[in-house]
């Protein structure tokens, strides 16, 4: 597969990528990398950002993402029953969050959030209060960061913590870009606890940046996907959500 392939399938799976982190991972000069993307940008497979590119329109669902939909969906349902009434809860963002804030259905709780999509869906349920991290929109995303985030949650403390993850290597939680991180870590300093989310397809995926090691959660949640004795030896307790739909089932 060529470079220029490769940065499609990068994108398309995982979202924005800088171009510093690009050039970084091909070994390549950063203006090698912004020829590839503005060929790719004309060729409409993927979409030029400020500094790096992210996925163009997203296309029709194929049977690999619906099988991954109902995936997170058992996996939102699992971690949504481990959250308790009264409790005030951090939500990354991502797909996987976005699919725990729609299992939510509590009558006294408080969550907190600075992705858009994960805020829309919890303003649908007048019972669970929202607060909103603000800052600046990362670029090819639906999540905030930056200075004003940081400084909104050194004023915050919640019960616990559900971030998502990029990629689930042997020794913690990575993400391919650099950008969110230092987001992410003040979001664990102000949770007593915390849950890693991810369906089975992000583990051994490889990505560039460290984000947390498994000492940082409680538990990890994903679905039945993977290998039970794989998930008995995991440094932490990894919690399987069946995920069982028609397509599996060869409907």
Avoid at 143 to 170: E, H, K
Wanted: charged share 25%.
């Amino acid at each position: 597969m060529s470079r220029r392939e490769e940065i499609v399938e990068l994108i398309d799976e995982q979202g924005f990528q800088s171009v510093t982190t690009l050039a970084r991972k091909y070994a390549v000069d950063a203006s090698t990398i912004r020829r590839d993307l503005e060929r790719l940008a004309e060729e409409k497979r993927i979409r030029r950002t400020h500094g790096g590119a992210a996925p163009a329109e997203p296309s029709a669902p194929t049977r690999t993402t619906e099988l991954q939909s109902w995936e997170k969906a058992a996996i939102g349902a699992a971690t949504a029953d481990r959250i308790l009434e009264n409790q005030t809860v951090l939500l990354d963002s991502g797909t996987t969050c976005l699919e725990v804030a729609k299992h939510l259905d509590h009558s006294r709780l408080t969550v907190v959030t600075h992705d858009l999509l994960v805020g829309l869906e919890i303003s649908r349920k007048p019972r669970i209060n929202l607060v909103f991290i603000g800052g600046e929109l990362l670029p090819g995303t639906t999540s905030m960061w930056g200075p004003a985030s940081l400084q909104q949650l050194d004023n915050m403390r919640v019960n616990v913590a559900v971030f998502g993850a990029g990629a689930v290597m042997d020794d913690g939680i990575y993400a391919s870009s650099s950008y969110s991180i230092e987001l992410k870590r003040r979001m664990r300093s102000v949770a007593g606890e915390a849950f890693f989310v991810a369906d089975s397809s992000k583990f051994g995926r490889e990505a560039l940046f460290k984000v947390f090691g498994f000492e940082d959660f409680t538990a990890g949640i994903t679905d039945d996907g993977i290998d039970p004795i794989r998930a008995a030896r995991w440094p932490i307790p990894l919690i399987r959500a069946p995920a069982t739909n028609k397509l599996k089932k060869g409907g």
